[in-house]
């Protein structure tokens, strides 16, 4: 039986003018353009540039995207200019991808300011709009920017809920709210629907998308070729093509949890660390990366956040020695009795190379072997065909206990 995919699709909020208050921030600035009239534009300095982004007050006041300079100040004389600044924007870019890495190694750019995610094999038993909600919060919390993120089993139709209503939202769109959530919508809002498209359409009497997913394929196809029978399937929410991950070296790899029910138990919290641990040293084995910093993250049910980092003896990718570090690194840092809802698990410091001090340690050979072992049966059947932790679905495994 195929497993369905679980896709997140993230999009930044006004990026351009957003990474630009935050740089004006960081440098001493007092004011935050996005709570004022202010945009971004070509060349601030003539009056015929074209205004890349505008702040919502700007947009309040009429101030459109791709109008000139020029047109922007007459109908706002107050609007506070910027220029572009590529090279901040591309830093920006890239701590959002660094933070995702955090939740898979399947990533996909598609532009400077959004990423398709394929979360499949990287839920350890959450739910896939839990974790669309951890990373929205974490990115505005560290970051200092929102996104609107879309759930959905494919990337159109996650990319088409992360551009309903904005900003800082969360929104899903399966299959079964295709009907009521997308074909309402106009066809102009469909993604690949281009400018020149829609006139064609409309002389269709296709004006909605669900116009467009009712209309006669066949017709479309014999009218517009392979660009109708796209657009028809993509009016379905119909798509398989898959997230194309460009692999960047890693800074750091991890995951973790937010559990169904708090949990006390500290036997229980271990088997959980376990499963995570065994996941993120995989990943480690599959980009032949050897860490040697860890750090264990304890989030209570008042939502206060513990973490605890410390290095390993040697660099290393071996899950059993990097689970034992790690439990220590738990026992120290944990309480009994306080009730837990979120637990992770992250190693930094990543190199290429692993130190081989404890070579002649008489168990790491078999560990290493069994680690590959393991590793091939997961590459050959999935990553939840096997595994030491005996349970991935942290569901399933929390009502058994």
Known sequence: M???????????????LSWTAIERLRKGDSVDLRKIPSAICGDENKRSGIILAKSPLAKAVGVVTGETVYQAMKKCPNLELCSTDFKAYQKHSDELYDLLTEYTDVIERFSVDECFLDMTNFLMGDTLLAKAHEINRRVKNELGFTVNVGVSNNKLLAKMASDFSKPDKIHTLYPSEIKNKMWPLDVSELFMIGKKSVPKLNKMGIFKIGDLACFDKNILIKRMGKFGKLAWEYANGFD?????AVREKAKSIGNSITLPMDISNADKLESILLALVEQVTFRLRK???FASTISVQLRTKDFKDFSHQTKLDTSSSNTKEIYEKAKIVFREMYKENIPIRLIGFRVDKLSDTDEQISFFDPNKKENDKLDKALDSIKSKYGYMSITRAGELNINEYLKRK
């Open 2 to 16: 195929e497993v369905e995919r679980q896709i997140l699709h993230v999009d930044v909020n006004n990026a351009f």
């Open 240 to 244: 398989e093509s898959e997230v194309v």
């Open 287 to 289: 980009e032949n990366l």
